[in-house]
């Protein structure tokens, strides 16, 4: 089955410092990703969605500049926190859908990026 | 747009017991629908989906799920539940390309 592999698994860093998470589809080609964050005990939040070789589409309240995101293959997206402060800690998903998938297709998740920020 | 919505945050279950977690859809039409499971600290892992057809639709670790468009309603269900079911479970509606949205989600606790 489609296999979506994200890394790291688990980061802790210093206030200021910028990190990036890499959603990679091992198995298809994934001309979209999803980025979520989940804070504990909450759904899923998505914060926007990532188009290969073009620009990501941000979800109201999501700071572009904060959370950059590039997709520069079909099988690689990157969100990149900027200058991370303790309130951007939280748990990061990426997913993406199956190839040629439409609204009937489920999406397939990585295992997530713990992100703790001292 | 549609929304989902999760009937209860926790559930509390014995070992062997039937498991129910519920999920309402708000939609003008009938959307697609999923449900995912979470272990704790990974990603969302999918149980099962309806899209077309029978309504009654059957996922991996022995879940279920009835679609009822008459009930707008998407209920999770397991005869008899194990302890490694203990879980966060999130149901999930799609209706276009880019846009599933999840409910609060369910935590399953299973009592020995």
């Known amino acids: 089955g489609a296999v979506v592999s994200q890394h790291p698994s688990r980061v802790i860093c210093k206030s200021g410092t910028s990190v990036k998470i890499e959603c990679r589809s091992l198995d298809f080609q994934a001309t979209t990703m999803f980025w979520y964050r989940q804070f504990p005990k909450k759904s899923l939040m998505l914060m926007a969605t990532s188009n290969e070789g073009s620009k990501a589409t941000y979800e109201q309240g999501v700071e572009k500049d904060k959370f950059l995101i590039n997709h520069a293959s079909l099988t690689l997206s990157t969100l990149t926190v900027t200058s991370a402060h303790p309130e951007d800690s939280s748990f990061y998903i990426c997913?993406?859908?199956?190839?040629?998938?439409?609204?009937?297709?489920?999406?397939?998740f990585g295992d997530g990026t713990r992100l703790s920020i001292l | 747009a549609q929304s989902v919505t999760q009937l209860g945050s926790h559930v509390s279950v014995s070992e062997g017991a039937l498991v129910l977690l519920r999920c309402n859809y708000s939609s003008s039409v009938p959307p697609y629908l999923f449900w995912y499971v979470q272990y704790p600290n990974q990603g969302l892992q999918l149980l099962l989906k309806y899209t077309t057809g029978a309504t009654l639709v059957k996922g991996i670790n022995g879940f279920e799920a009835e679609f009822k468009k008459s009930e707008t309603s998407f209920h999770l269900t397991k005869p008899s539940a194990h302890m490694s079911d203990a879980a966060e479970y999130f149901c999930a509606v799609s209706k276009t390309n880019n846009d599933m949205r999840f409910g609060a989600g369910t935590r399953l606790t299973v009592k020995p």
């Open positions: 997913s993406a859908r199956d190839p040629g998938g439409g609204p009937n297709q489920p999406q397939h």
